[in-house]
């Protein structure tokens, strides 16, 4: 399976799980001229921005590793533009979900980090 798919695959998982927390999904695949958000999502009195990373496993690195600050900075102007579109009193918040997929797909290991930065 290549990347985007795979992407695409870790974005629906991570969809499912929020869903299944009690979260609502405003959007997916969020993009605009800064940048592009995976999630969007509600739950109580914050608004989410999520950020997933899928990987086979955490061998070599964590896959939230892979949100460096310059990806937290995109995402933070990304966030910003959403806002202006589309008013919203609730709290934001930035969170990073990793989905690691192991051998076969069916099984996928979620690790669900809240507040994972703040800008």
């Known amino acids: 399976m290549d990347r ?3 992407g695409r695959w870790g ?14 999904i405003l959007a997916q695949g969020y ?4 940048g592009e958000i995976d999630l969007i999502a509600s739950r109580g009195e914050f608004l989410i921005f999520v950020e997933v990373k899928t990987r ?3 061998r070599f690195a964590l896959a939230r590793e892979a949100v460096t600050p310059a990806k937290q900075r995109r995402i933070a102007v990304t966030a910003r533009f959403w806002l202006a579109e589309t008013r919203s ?7 990073v979900i990793e989905v690691y997929y192991g051998e076969d797909f069916r099984a996928p290991r979620i690790e669900h980090l809240e507040n994972a930065f703040t800008l």
Do not use: M, S, T, V
């Not at 499912?16 to 009690?22: A, I, R, T, V």
């Not at 009193?89 to 969170?95: G, V």
């Open 4 to 6: 985007k798919l795979i």
């Open 11 to 24: 974005e629906e998982k991570a969809a499912e799980y929020l869903q299944k927390k009690g979260y609502r």
């Open 31 to 34: 993009r605009c001229r800064f």
């Open 56 to 58: 086979k496993d955490a």
């Open 89 to 95: 009193e609730l709290q934001p918040r930035f969170d």
